[in-house]
């Protein structure tokens, strides 16, 4: 598709389900967002997503979008401590995960730890820009490549990636200056998110997109109110149920099972009356 110049969609979302809808709609890419810990299990930051989560997610979007391409989010220090124990982490996700592509948070210095899982067969996205696990560090999520030295970075950041083997770029909150920069300095597909329009790619978090979160990220424009749906539709169910009409089908007894109950626990007048004592 970028051959051929043509723009391909990605989202992040939680559940086999809304990836099975998803797969239908023609979404070329999902993506198992470790923002999961905050729509999904009601954390503030998406570092507090657990390792084992992580994995069953990712699982769960490729048994509802089999032929979609799904990429795992390695969560916040699952692949920081060691090589070794990145290697084992990203292993869980390409085999127990089923994931398609592993995307981490990185920049340059990530350069030899991407080299060696691309060398295990390993296919990496590289996130770079805005890095939200890095949040505690720069006080709450900041875009990047707003300065000349900033962009120079990013492009450093981009070229140092793919020359250790990445597959693809995604770069989050940045001019659409240094996403052009960026474009210019790889070859491999660029995912954007807030980053303007001319990247290869474009990704958002399926909540956002859907009108279900409260206060979305400025780069996000919803294309539904779907939460005020869900909420018109709970309201429904609040007065069906009040109204005792919750509608559908009942189930009723086979035939003639019926009458034997009813035999069964009518009293037998010609049973033995207890004896007073």
Wanted: proline letters at 5%; charged letters at 20%; glycine letters at 8%.
């Amino acid at each position: 598709m970028k051959r051929q110049g043509e723009a391909f969609a990605c989202l992040a979302c939680y559940d086999a389900t809304t990836a099975r809808w998803l797969e239908r709609a023609g979404v070329h890419v999902l993506l198992a967002g470790d923002s999961a810990a905050q729509v999904i299990l009601g954390y503030e930051r998406t570092i507090d997503m657990p390792m084992d989560f992580a994995v069953e997610l990712t699982a769960a979007i490729k048994r509802g979008a089999p032929r979609t391409l799904i990429m795992a989010d390695m969560p916040f220090m699952s692949y920081h401590t060691s090589v070794e124990t990145a290697m084992l982490n990203a292993a869980r996700f390409m085999t127990a995960g089923c994931a398609d592509v592993i995307k981490l948070e990185t920049d340059e210095s990530f350069a030899p730890l991407v080299d060696r899982m691309t060398r295990a067969g390993i296919p990496i996205c590289a996130h770079i820009g805005c890095k939200p696990q890095a949040s505690s560090v720069t006080g709450g999520p900041v875009a990047a490549g707003r300065t000349a030295t900033g962009l120079e970075q990013l492009v450093r950041d981009a070229i140092a990636l793919e020359q250790a083997g990445a597959v693809l770029i995604l770069i989050e909150a940045v001019p659409e200056e240094a996403t052009k920069a960026v474009m210019d300095a790889v070859t491999v597909p660029v995912i954007g998110i807030g980053a303007g329009t001319a990247c290869d790619g474009q990704i958002l978090v399926v909540n956002d997109l859907l009108g279900l979160t409260d206060t979305p990220p400025r780069f996000a424009e919803s294309v539904d109110s779907f939460g005020q749906r869900l909420k018109q539709a709970g309201e429904q169910w609040v007065m069906r149920v009040r109204e005792r009409s919750i509608g559908g089908q009942v189930y009723t007894m086979r035939a003639g099972e019926q009458e034997k109950t009813v035999s069964k626990t009518l009293p037998n007048p010609d049973a033995a009356k207890p004896v007073d004592r």
